[in-house]
């Protein structure tokens, strides 16, 4: 049985209290791995509620949380990849997405809100950068001076990490196009997302396939019928039941191919999933079926894009 993170957080505070009566940093040391370890396998304690208002209120104090445990434990994997993984997920439905849906009436406060999603991301990937340094020494700077070598390094056992430092940086980059330091690192970002594929295409219940759906059409030189590749072999891994994967096909290649009844009959088919189907994913279908119903209200004013 999975410890909840209260649970974790009175061990954490027990066995520190303890720990002057026995053997200090022993029992201390002790204490914060397994603090730590009990973080980086939470599994579906949050990913499986129904509200995400509540959830997206707690996140930051269990990050600050995280942060601090992995202070005294620098080089614990899984919670850099956990940190790393949930700093990514709460930028883009807590900070990113509330940027863009109050964007047509504040820009300057929405402008504000991305480029803290952009430093979030970039500490997300931070976090996934330090896994990698911990799995294979000096990851970062043989990925800026031998990026094929450093690259061949990696093997399966390091999808998540790919994945997740992969995604964040592309999402910081996309987050500010006038970031040419960020810019200048889209290289080394791709090929971590290119060597996650080349691993485990189907990783995630085709979460790296929907993923791609949006990297395909979107970055330079991209391609719209490798997109719509992507997004049926996404379907058949994930069953039709990840809302996001009929999202990004509607915001990246119908407003690409200007086709406004897909893009509704897409949105119409995100909103149509049963959250309740499959529990591990309910937190996530319910934040996306409110992008669902944002995006829907707008269609009346993406007449510049539907015209054409």
């Known amino acids: 049985m999975r410890k909840k993170p209260e649970s974790l957080f009175f061990l954490f505070t027990l066995l520190l209290g303890l720990a002057p009566l026995l053997n200090g940093c022993f029992i201390k040391d002790m204490a914060v791995n397994s603090v730590a370890d009990g973080l980086a396998g939470q599994g579906d304690t949050w990913s499986s509620d129904n509200d995400p208002q509540l959830v997206g209120d707690a996140i930051p104090f269990s990050l600050k ?38 964007e047509d009436e504040s820009y300057p406060q929405s402008r504000e809100m991305k480029m803290r999603a952009k430093q979030l991301y970039v500490r997300a990937r931070d976090y996934g950068l330090r896994g990698l340094e911990v799995k294979h020494g000096h990851f970062s700077e043989k990925l800026s001076k031998d990026l094929k070598g450093a690259i061949a390094e990696t093997s399966k056992d390091d999808m998540d990490l790919l994945y997740w430092t992969g995604l964040s940086w592309i999402a910081a980059i996309n987050m500010d196009k006038n970031d040419m330091d960020l810019l200048a690192d889209r290289g080394e970002a791709e ?49 039709g039941q990840d809302a996001s994967t009929y999202i990004n096909y509607a915001e990246n290649i119908d407003e690409a191919e200007h086709n406004q009844d897909e893009f509704t009959e897409m949105l119409t088919k995100a909103l149509a999933i049963d959250v309740d189907k499959k529990p591990a994913w309910r937190l996530e279908n319910l934040i996306y079926q409110k992008r669902a119903k944002w995006l829907l209200s707008r269609v009346d004013k993406m007449d510049v894009i539907f015209s054409k």
């Open 65 to 102: 949380f995280m942060e601090s445990i992995l202070a005294a434990t620098p080089h614990h994997v899984g919670l850099l990849t956990t940190l790393c993984k949930s700093f990514t997920e709460y930028s883009y439905a807590f900070v990113q997405s509330n940027a863009e849906y109050i």
């Open 191 to 239: 090929a971590l997302i290119d060597r996650a594929y080349a691993l485990d295409p189907d990783y995630d219940e085709g979460a790296l396939e929907t993923f791609l759906v949006t990297y395909e059409a979107s970055k330079p030189g991209g391609s719209l019928e490798k997109a719509k590749q992507h997004f049926k072999r996404a379907l058949e891994l994930n069953h």
